[in-house]
C-alpha cells in the first residue's frame, strides 16, 4: 500500500499537468480492454451498451487529443514568436559583426605587416615559400643579381606558364652580369669562391667562364620564352659591375637574398622598404646596357635550339660569342637556358 501511495504521489503532479492527456490515455485503455473482450459475455443488451461506450468513449478521446494539440499550439506560439522575432531576425546583425570581426582581424594583420619593414627568412623553406607566394598571380617581376641562374630555373618558366594558363600579361625585368666584361666576370667568380671553393647546388663550381656561360644562358632563355609567349614584356640589362645581394620583386612582395641560403629579407608591397627598392631596381636596369630583345622575331628558336641558332642570335644582337667557344660550350649554354638546375636544392 505504501508503494501504491508512493506512486500515486509521483503520477499525481504530472496527470494534473496533463489532465486531457491522462484522461485520454485512461480512456483508450478502457476502450482497448472493452474491445477485445469476447461479445456475448455481457448478453445481448451488454453488447449494445458495450458498443455505446467505445464509441462515445472514442469520440472522448479524439475531442482531448485536438485540445491537447490546440493547447500545444498555444503555448508553443510565443516560443515561435520569440525565436523568430528574436534570435533568428538577429541572425542577419550578428552575421555582419562576424563579417567586421574578421575585416578587422585582417586590416590589424595588414597594417601590422606593413609596419613591419623588413622581415628575416631563417631557412632554405621560408625562402622557398616566399619565392612561390611572390609568384603568385604576379603581372610584373623585377631582378637584379648575379648571373640569374635561379631565375631561369624557377622564376622566369613557372612566371610564364601562370600567365600563359589566364592568358594574362607579363612584364618581366632582368639586370644582370655583361657577360662580354671578363673583368667583372673574373671578379664575381672569385667572390664567389671566396665564400665556398665546393660546388653548389647545380654541381658546378664557381669560375669566370661558368659566369660569363650562365649569363649568356639567360639572354638565350629570354629570348626563347619570348618568342612562344606573345604576352611576355621581358628586358635584359648588362651590368659593368657585381653586387652581393639578388633582388626579386614581383607585384606582392621583395625578396633580397644572399650567398646563405638560409638567409634573406623580405618586405611586402606598399611598404617604405619596397617602394625603395622598386625605384631602386627601375633606376639601375636604366643605366644597364640593354639587350635588343626587340629582334626576337629576326632570330628564331627552335624548342632544342641549335649550335647555329644560338651562335647566330648572339651574333646578331652584338654580344658575340668568345672566338674560343666551341660546339660543346655552346651547347652547354643552351642546356643551362633551358634545363637550368635549381642552385639551391639541397
Not at 43 to 67: F, H, N, P, Y
Not at 213 to 224: D, H, Q
Not at 241 to 264: C, G, H, K, Q
Not at 292 to 319: A, C, G, H, N, W
Request: one cysteine or more.
Amino acid at each position: 500500500m505504501a508503494r501504491f501511495t508512493a506512486a500515486l504521489k509521483r503520477i499525481a503532479p504530472w496527470a494534473a499537468q496533463n489532465a486531457d492527456g491522462a484522461i485520454a490515455l485512461g480512456l483508450a485503455i478502457v476502450v482497448g480492454v472493452l474491445g477485445i473482450m469476447p461479445d456475448g459475455i455481457f448478453g445481448k443488451e451488454g453488447d449494445k451498451v458495450q458498443d455505446q461506450l467505445v464509441s462515445a468513449a472514442t469520440l472522448v478521446i479524439l475531442a482531448l487529443v485536438a485540445t491537447a494539440l490546440l493547447r500545444d499550439r498555444v503555448r508553443q506560439a510565443p516560443l515561435e514568436e520569440t525565436v523568430t522575432s528574436g534570435a533568428l531576425a538577429q541572425l542577419p546583425v550578428r552575421l555582419a559583426r562576424l563579417e567586421a570581426i574578421e575585416d578587422l582581424v585582417t586590416g590589424t594583420r595588414r597594417a601590422l605587416d606593413s609596419l613591419q619593414l623588413v622581415r628575416v627568412l631563417g631557412s632554405r623553406q621560408e625562402i622557398a615559400q616566399a619565392h612561390a607566394d611572390a609568384r603568385k598571380d604576379t603581372t610584373r617581376w623585377s631582378f637584379k643579381g648575379g648571373t640569374g641562374t635561379y631565375l631561369r630555373a624557377v622564376t622566369l618558366p613557372e612566371c610564364v606558364a601562370a600567365a600563359r594558363k589566364v592568358k594574362r600579361h607579363l612584364t618581366v625585368r632582368v639586370e644582370i652580369i655583361d657577360p662580354v666584361n671578363v673583368e667583372v666576370c673574373e671578379t664575381y667568380a672569385h667572390y664567389r669562391r671566396s665564400l665556398s671553393d665546393a660546388p653548389d647546388g647545380t654541381g658546378e663550381t664557381w669560375t669566370a667562364d661558368r659566369v660569363r656561360k650562365e649569363s649568356y644562358a639567360t639572354i638565350l632563355a629570354a629570348f626563347w620564352h619570348r618568342q612562344r609567349y606573345g604576352l611576355l614584356d621581358i628586358g635584359i640589362g648588362l651590368s659593368s659591375t657585381m653586387t652581393t645581394f639578388r633582388w626579386d620583386l614581383s607585384a606582392t612582395r621583395l625578396i633580397m637574398t644572399v650567398e646563405d641560403p638560409n638567409r634573406a629579407m623580405t618586405a611586402l608591397a606598399d611598404t617604405f622598404y619596397y617602394e625603395n627598392c622598386d625605384t631602386e631596381l627601375r633606376l639601375s636596369f636604366e643605366q644597364a646596357r640593354l639587350v635588343p630583345l626587340e629582334m626576337y622575331k629576326k632570330v628564331p628558336l627552335s624548342d632544342e635550339p641549335t649550335v647555329e641558332e644560338v651562335q647566330e642570335l648572339f651574333t646578331r644582337i652584338s654580344i658575340p660569342l668568345p672566338r674560343s667557344y666551341d660546339d660543346r660550350d655552346v651547347v652547354d649554354i643552351a642546356r643551362k637556358a633551358l634545363r637550368a638546375r635549381n642552385p639551391y636544392d639541397a
